[in-house]
C-alpha cells in the first residue's frame, strides 16, 4: 500500500540508501515536506524490493515501472478508485530520487543490443576520450560533437547490419548526409558536416579506416556573414531592465542581474552560467571571466549596475546552498542554471516587456546590442573583439552589418543626370 505523506523520522533500522537520500535532500535545500514524501515512497520501494530479493544496484526503469503498477493497483484496491492520471508521478519523483543519490550512474545507459552496437560505443567512448584529453574542448562543444558521432554510428549500423568502419565508404557519407537534409537550415547542415569530419578524421587517426574521408563530406556554401541576426534597440534594453527591475521576488531579482550582464557586457549564456561568486571582487571593481570558447580568463571592469543587481540577488534572492555558482535554479534542487534556463529568462522577460524580435531572442540578442553600441561609439574592432571574447578581430566583422543605421547615415549621393518628369 502506498501510504499518506506525513512527517517521520528515520528509525535506526532504516536503510543506509534511505539516510543518504534524506541528506542529500536536504543538503539540495528541498523542503521538509517534499524531503519526508520523497523519503516515505522510496522506503516504500525499498521494502517491494527487499520482499522479491532484488539489489538496488539491479533496478532499471522498467522495474520501476513494474513497481508502479503494482503500486497503483493497491491504491485501487485500498480506495476503491483509480488513483489521478498524473498520480506515478509522485511516487516516482522520490524513487528516482532515491536512485540518483544510492548509484553512480542513473537512468542507466541501456545494454547494446548488439555486438556492432557495442563496438560503436567503444569507439564513441575513445572518440570523447580524446576530445577531452587531447583535444581540450569544452563540455558543450564535445556534447555536439558526441551527438553526431553516436548518431552517425547508429545509422550505419541500422543501414549495414554492422559497425565496421573499415569498409566506410564514400557512397555511406553521401547517403548520411542525405538523410540528415530535410528540416535542417543550410548553416545547420555546414555545422553536421564539421562534426562528421571531426569523426571521420579520427577513425584515420585511430587506424579504424586506412583513408580520411573527411574530405568527401559535402556541405553547403555559406557566403560570409549572410545573415543578419536578431538585435535589441537601445531603448528596448532600458524597457526589459526597468521592467525586470520592478519584480523584487527571488526570481525577479536573479533575472534582473542576468540581463545587467548580459546587456553591459554582452557575454555568452555559458560565461554567465560559469560566473563564481569569487569572481565578483567588490573592492577592486573588477569581474572575472571564462571565456566559452577559449577557455581563458578575462578581467572586466564591474559596472555599478551590474554590482548593484548582482549584489540585491545575493542579499534577498538568491537561495541557500552549498554551490559557489551565482545564478542557481529559483526550485530545489538548487543547482546551477543551465543554459536553457538562460533562455527562458530573456524569452520570459522579452515577453513580459511585449517584446518580439524578429528571429532568433534568446541571450544571443543582447551580445549583438552591445556590439553594435560599441560600433556605434567608434571603438576600436580590437577592443570589441576583446570585450565579447572573440578568438580573431575577423570574429567581429559580423557584427558591421548591425549597424545599418550607421551605414545610412554616410550615405552619399553620386552624380548623376537628372530625369525630368
Not at 22 to 34: A, G, I, K
Not at 205 to 227: N, T
Amino acid at each position: 500500500m502506498i501510504d499518506q505523506p506525513k512527517e517521520n523520522q528515520m528509525s535506526p533500522s532504516t536503510p543506509k540508501a534511505l539516510l543518504k537520500l534524506r541528506e542529500t535532500l536536504q543538503e539540495q535545500r528541498y523542503s521538509p515536506t517534499v524531503v519526508s514524501n520523497y523519503c516515505l515512497y522510496a522506503g516504500q520501494f525499498l521494502s517491494w524490493l527487499q520482499a522479491r530479493e532484488i539489489d538496488l544496484c539491479d533496478v532499471a526503469p522498467d522495474l520501476v515501472a513494474r513497481y508502479l503498477d503494482h503500486a497503483a493497483r493497491q491504491f485501487e484496491k485500498d480506495r476503491g478508485r483509480s488513483p489521478a492520471a498524473k498520480w506515478r508521478s509522485i511516487p516516482r519523483s522520490g524513487i528516482y530520487a532515491l536512485l540518483r543519490s544510492a548509484l553512480a550512474e542513473w537512468p542507466p545507459a541501456p545494454p547494446a543490443a548488439s555486438a556492432a552496437e557495442q563496438e560503436s560505443r567503444v569507439v564513441c567512448a575513445a572518440y570523447e576520450l580524446w576530445l577531452s584529453e587531447e583535444r581540450g574542448l569544452a563540455k558543450p562543444s564535445i556534447k555536439a560533437l558526441m551527438w553526431e558521432a553516436r548518431h552517425f554510428c547508429r545509422w550505419l549500423t541500422e543501414r549495414n547490419g554492422k559497425a565496421d568502419f573499415a569498409d566506410l565508404s564514400v557512397r555511406d557519407i553521401d547517403a548520411y548526409m542525405d538523410s540528415r537534409t530535410p528540416g535542417l537550415t543550410r548553416k545547420s547542415l555546414k555545422d553536421v558536416a564539421e562534426r562528421l569530419r571531426g569523426f571521420l578524421r579520427h577513425l584515420h587517426r585511430s587506424k579504424l579506416h586506412g583513408d580520411d574521408l573527411s574530405g568527401h563530406v559535402i556541405a553547403p556554401l555559406l557566403y560570409a556573414y549572410e545573415g543578419i541576426p536578431s538585435i535589441l534597440t537601445t531603448e528596448q534594453i532600458v524597457h526589459v531592465l526597468e521592467l525586470a527591475g520592478q519584480d523584487v521576488s527571488p526570481m525577479g531579482l536573479r533575472d534582473h542581474a542576468i540581463l545587467q550582464i548580459l546587456a553591459k557586457y554582452g557575454l555568452r549564456s555559458g560565461e554567465v552560467g560559469r560566473l563564481q561568486i569569487d569572481d565578483f571582487n567588490w573592492r577592486a571593481d573588477t569581474l572575472r571571466v571564462q571565456r566559452s570558447k577559449t577557455n581563458v580568463m578575462a578581467m572586466l571592469p564591474l559596472m555599478e549596475p551590474v554590482g548593484n543587481a548582482v549584489l540585491r540577488y545575493l542579499r534577498d534572492g538568491r537561495p541557500q546552498a552549498d554551490v559557489r555558482t551565482v545564478f542557481l535554479r529559483s526550485r530545489a534542487p538548487y543547482q546551477a542554471m543551465k543554459t536553457g534556463g538562460f533562455y527562458g529568462v530573456v524569452k520570459r522577460r522579452l515577453a513580459a516587456a511585449g517584446i518580439e524580435p524578429v528571429g532568433k531572442r534568446g541571450p544571443h540578442i543582447f551580445r549583438h546590442a552591445r556590439a553594435v553600441s560599441m560600433l556605434r561609439a567608434s571603438t576600436p574592432r580590437k577592443i570589441i573583439g576583446d570585450v565579447l571574447g572573440h578568438r580573431s578581430s575577423e570574429a567581429t566583422i559580423q557584427y558591421l552589418k548591425l549597424a545599418t543605421e550607421d551605414l545610412r547615415a554616410i550615405a552619399i549621393d553620386l552624380p548623376g543626370r537628372e530625369v525630368k518628369q
